[in-house]
């Protein structure tokens, strides 16, 4: 989970009457928030992925929900306001279900800095505070088939592609002519690309390459020879912002 800036307004809910789509949902029960403006709102604001879990949206298996963070059951007022609305996957939405997050309140992406609240440890996400478990426990966050596998083939990405990078390292001091050099510096680049905020997972892509002995090696080496750029540079600090780290 990373967190996610909600620093724009759909001109659905400017242009709409949300007081009438509010009391149509109160009499009739209506999915006023079905409209492709609101779904699309909602994919720009995460990237295309689920609020939460950091999975991509849009695929079969995810399947993309417009999440009520205040349940609409409970809080129907709620139900067609901008500020209420997190894109989802089907396994967060499913978890969280009717859960009350006023009170016991769970992380919002888009108000509470997630990396104050979470860690991750062998791709398990756990809490640092009492709202970092409850944020763990409701949304179920290391349930084995759909957030921890998916978490560990994410890191396993990661993981290989700086076992190529340092490959392709030596590969570079081996020969230090300017094919290799530029074979080389897109390896780099495309690893870090892998953790910014618009790649899925990239909390967990994030951690483990800042996690990574390899990549400080790597990096280490490149800054010495003097071919590490400041594009890496940007690169390296935007990912270091996202990682969850243990408190130490
Ligand atoms: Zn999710």
Known sequence: ?????????????????????????????????HHHEVKSACLKLSDGKCAFCEVKLEEASTYNEVEHFKDKKTFPDD?????????????CNGSKQRHNVVLEPIINPCNDLPSEHLYMRGYRIKGKTTLGE?????????????????????????ERSI???IEKLEWFMDR?????????????????GEC?????????????LHN????????????VQGIWTDYMQTLHDDSL????????
Not at 79 to 90: D, F, G, M, T
Not at 135 to 150: A, G, S
């Open 1 to 33: 989970m990373i967190k996610l800036e909600r620093n724009f307004t759909p001109e659905f809910f400017t242009r709409e009457d949300l007081d009438s789509l509010t009391n149509q949902f109160k009499k009739e029960g209506t999915t006023v928030w």
């Open 79 to 91: 139900v067609i306001q901008w500020e209420n609305l997190l894109p989802s996957c089907r396994h």
């Open 134 to 158: 409850m944020t763990v426990n409701v949304l179920n966050f290391n349930h084995k088939d759909h957030k921890f596998i998916p978490r560990c083939k994410a890191g396993d990405v990661i």
């Open 163 to 165: 076992d190529n990078a």
């Open 176 to 192: 230090q002519d300017v094919r290799r050099k530029n074979i080389f510096l897109n390896y780099v680049e495309a690893l870090l």
């Open 196 to 208: 910014q905020k618009d790649s899925p997972f990239s909390a967990v892509s994030a951690t483990t």
């Open 212 to 223: 990574s002995d390899d990549y400080k090696l790597l990096k280490g080496v490149m800054e």
């Open 241 to 248: 912002g996202l990682i969850l780290a243990e408190v130490r």
